[in-house]
């Protein structure tokens, strides 16, 4: 079974995709697959786009043709204040939480089940936030620290709306004792939850979450490590 490797951008891939032997690419209902190997595994890199509607088009229909053994998402990310993570650092998820799906009113917001219908039922119910397989995430974690690579792991807010304010990104910082944000990941971890698929999320972070500076910002820092961190993972995976 193939490993899928999810990203929002063609950046986020690249690297990867120069490392695969046997590279086909294709077009899948207007998203680029490219089939291959790295290390032992075969591998589908998917192009998605960004924000949580490409990301769940494009993993709706990889699920739908392919049977995985796992699910990666990589890519870049946004550190929140109170993590103390610095740009290049890798963060692993523990959970995803979408902080846009909810309840605003006078006395704030409240979460998705404030609304009392599920965003998903199996054996649990699921409104706001997604766990990832602690046994997963924790073998992940092992294996890149043999790496010798840092990488914390802890909470991941999806938002569809850049935090660039300094003040709203402590806000979801607390709200879901994360330490970072992205456009994609809740989309992603919501869908392996629904298909039964093992999943992970890496990331770099790119930039903190504070007000919009994009001098003090490092994408290609941060594309390299995360891409050479999921090479890495994939490897000690195999």
């Known amino acids: 079974m193939p490993t899928i490797i999810l990203t929002a951008t063609a950046f986020e ?12 690419q294709q077009n899948v209902a207007h998203n ?3 089939r291959g190997i790295l290390g032992n595994r075969p591998i589908v890199l998917i192009e998605a786009g960004i924000g949580l509607v490409n990301t769940s088009h494009a993993l709706t229909v990889a699920l739908q043709q392919i049977n995985p ?3 990666i ?3 870049i990310g946004g550190a ?3 993590a103390n993570l ?7 998820a523990t959970e995803e939480n979408n902080a846009e799906l909810g309840v605003i009113t006078p006395q704030g917001w409240h979460p998705a089940n404030e609304i009392g219908i599920p965003v998903l039922k199996t054996d649990q119910e699921y409104f706001n936030t997604y766990p990832l397989e602690k046994s997963l995430v924790d073998e992940a974690l092992s294996a890149l620290h043999k790496e010798q690579d840092n990488v914390v792991a802890g909470p991941f807010v999806t938002v569809q709306q850049c935090s660039g304010r300094t003040d709203i990104g402590n806000e ?16 992603a971890a919501q ?9 992970l999320e890496l990331r770099a972070i790119s930039n903190q979450v504070e007000d919009r500076n994009r001098d003090a910002w490092d994408i290609p820092l941060a594309l390299e490590r995360s891409q050479t961190a999921t090479s890495k993972l994939i490897h000690a995976l195999s």
């Open 80 to 82: 929140y204040l109170q």
């Open 13 to 24: 891939q690249q690297i990867l995709r120069d490392q695969l032997t046997h590279p086909a």
């Open 191 to 199: 869908l392996c939850l629904l298909y039964n698929v093992p999943f």
């Open 73 to 75: 998402q990589t890519g």
């Open 172 to 187: 979801l910082g607390q709200r879901f004792n994360a330490i970072c944000e992205n456009m994609e990941g809740a989309a």
């Open 86 to 92: 610095n740009i290049g650092d890798l963060v692993l």
């Open 32 to 34: 680029t697959w490219t």
């Open 69 to 71: 053994d796992l699910v």
